[in-house]
């Protein structure tokens, strides 16, 4: 608990608010140094540091330590969102859909990741990286349905509506993930399977942050 406020940090911003508490104002580059890491391994764990309100920073100084307060309108507003509030339009195909059809998909719809779904219920995720490892060397991409190189379902990293835009930041922070996928658990039979009402990426978090910190 920090000023009123119930956040969970990884270990990792719990080093970097330290280190900026201790030496601050200090540059992205020496804390990279310090804890031994590059500056681009960095830039997520200080994006949430400073949209929590944790951090704060200027230009030409770098970053200074502000600490959960109950003054930091920021924080309090981005802790006030829901999944469900933000989440956007997922881009699915079928599993049958082949290859070449799926990379024209992700460029027409200009997304990072594709869902594949049966009947609205999820059963994988595909990225433009997926594609590209895919589409390499492949003779035939008409031929090969999306299905054989996506990520399946056990293995995706999801969210549900009711889960916290915070939650759901850290989750693509902790997975090292650009999308995660909203969803809805029901019981289809003796299964339990996810129907997907949408996706949250870090452009979502982004957008709603600088909402908020105009406002």
């Known amino acids: 608990m920090k000023g009123g406020y119930r956040v969970k940090l990884s270990k990792r911003q719990e080093q970097i608010a330290q280190i900026v508490r201790e030496e601050g104002p200090v540059t992205g580059s020496a804390i990279a140094e310090h804890l031994e890491v590059t500056r681009s391994a960095l830039r997520s764990d200080l994006s949430v540091l400073t949209m929590?309100?944790?951090l704060?920073?200027?230009?030409?100084?770098?970053?200074?330590?502000?600490?959960?307060?109950?003054?930091?309108?920021?924080?309090?507003r981005l802790k006030s969102f829901l999944v469900s509030d933000v989440l956007s339009q997922a881009v699915v195909v079928s599993g049958e859909t082949s290859l070449y059809d799926t990379i024209v998909t992700i460029f027409t719809e200009d997304v990072g990741t594709i869902l594949v779904c049966d009947d609205s219920y999820?059963?994988?995720?595909?990225?433009r990286?997926?594609?590209?490892r895919a589409s390499m060397g492949q003779t035939d991409?008409?031929?090969m349905p999306i299905s054989m190189i996506m990520t399946p379902v056990s293995k995706v990293i999801t969210v549900e509506p009711t889960d916290t835009l915070v939650e759901a930041a850290q989750?693509?922070?902790d997975y090292e993930v650009d999308?995660?996928?909203v969803v809805v658990r029901e019981?289809?039979?003796?299964?339990?399977?996810?129907?997907v009402v949408g996706r949250v990426s870090k452009t979502t978090v982004a957008k709603v942050f600088l909402e908020c910190s105009i406002h």
């Open 52 to 54: 929590l309100g944790v």
């Open 56 to 76: 704060d920073a200027r230009p030409n100084v770098g970053y200074y330590y502000v600490g959960l307060s109950k003054e930091t309108q920021t924080a309090e």
């Open 122 to 127: 999820l059963v994988g995720v595909v990225s």
């Open 129 to 132: 990286k997926d594609l590209l």
């Open 141 to 143: 991409s008409h031929a």
């Open 171 to 173: 989750k693509m922070i």
């Open 179 to 181: 999308c995660l996928p």
């Open 187 to 195: 019981d289809v039979g003796n299964k339990k399977r996810l129907k």
